[in-house]
């Protein structure tokens, strides 16, 4: 099957998976590989490898498949797993409270939603949202006690700022395997920086957003005074020895430094031992697994060390999901960049080339409005689109950046039920289903739609 059959057909294809990951509860992983194999049959991929007229080998369907798997895990395996790992340590270490404490003393308690927001965006650049919620919530209630503002407000300002820099900003594992299957893991510092600056849009509509909600819609939190809450010295005490500043930010802070001087001595070309290895130890791998080091001296230094192991495995336990449906998604990605698809959509890049940055930022939303998850909408969407980049127009590193904003952006858009961080925030902050439709639901449409229209105005000045 060629031309606008295959088109058709493969959109088809993305209907059946969602339906398959939504409706029918079939794992993502399974979904996907299954959805793959029959795109392949249909796109006339031949079962086995072929030896060509002119010498060339044409790939069996089973050869591409195993091609497009191994070639995910070879390059952002390692780089997931040790991401996941530092922001494990942060998590039990009470790190990421220190943060949220660093963050507060910072912005002021005089405007707490602004602060509970920034608080949730810095943590979640290494701590899943949900963990994140789970962990800041008693701190959002212990400010609404002292500050008497929303607790809807402060809800909705947490969630969003902790659901920004989870599609946005590396070493979230969402970001590094949409940047590594568009072909720009090298240059993840690039990936970091652009996701700081489209965080600025959906992080301002959040607040806006955070503070006009909250004044229409009350939650248990406000109308139940008895609801009895751990303050934040009880919290505080719960972990014992909280680490240092320096301690809690040299995980994150000394990777991106390292990719930082890379970057700069690849650009002034420079040569030699001191260049090669500054090089060497800019690298993704290198400069996270330096990270991973002064992550484990955290957990030395809150007298802590016994538990390594135990967190180690707590981690690769809750990346091995994600490195499994990413790989699928790689597997999703290499069946349509050897079928005709790409082929067709060049001699016809005129029509698809219109839509420009909004062909990511729809595929993804989609995805993630019809399955839930974040991760899997980011994955599976850059799996599709990797192909298709030179054809939509996304050529140099900086285009493939922004198309990697522009699917995390759709990757918000939206959260509601069959979506565990939609039910984490409700639960958590004593929402009802239908208050949690109009907050977090509402909410993240409005984040999605700024991220979108700052991408598409940076797309403008950038490419």
Known sequence: MTGLPLILAFWLA??????????????????????SLGLGLVAGIPLVDHKLADGAVQHGLATV?????????????????????????LEKTGGALKLADM????????SPVLAVQLMGWVVSIPVFCDSGFVILDPIRKALVRRTAVSAVSMTFALSSGLFISHVFIPPTPGPIAAASTLGIGDYLLQVIGMGLLCSIFPLIAGYFFARWIGKRVQSKDEVDPDEIARVYKDLIASYGKLPSGFSTLAPIIVPISLMAISSVVVMLGQTGFVAELLRFLGTPIIALAVGMAFAALQLFSVNRSHEFYDICNSSLMTVGPILFITAAGGVLGKVIAVSDMVRYISAHADVFGGLGIFFPFLLSAVLKTAQGSS?????????????????????????????????????????????????VVSEFSGLTPDQGYR?????????????????????????
């Not at 907050?439 to 940076?458: D, K, N, P, R, S």
């Open 375 to 423: 991760t899997v909408a980011m994955i599976t969407t850059a799996g599709i689109i990797a192909p298709l980049l030179p054809v939509l127009g996304f050529q140099t590193p900086i285009q493939a950046t922004l198309a990697c904003m522009a699917i995390g952006a759709g990757a918000m858009t939206v959260s509601h039920a069959n979506d565990s961080y939609f039910w």
């Open 439 to 463: 907050v977090q639901t509402m909410g993240t449409l409005v984040l999605g739609i700024a991220a979108i229209v700052e991408i598409a105005l940076l797309s403008m000045v950038l490419s």
């Open 14 to 35: 993305i209907v059946i998976m969602i339906v398959m990951i939504s409706k029918l509860r079939i794992h993502p992983f399974i979904s996907i590989m299954l959805v």
């Open 103 to 110: 963050m507060i003393r910072l912005v002021g308690k005089d």
């Open 65 to 89: 498949v195993g091609q497009g798997f191994s070639g995910t895990f070879t390059s952002i395996g390692i780089v997931i797993i040790l991401g996941a790992m530092i922001g494990t340590v």
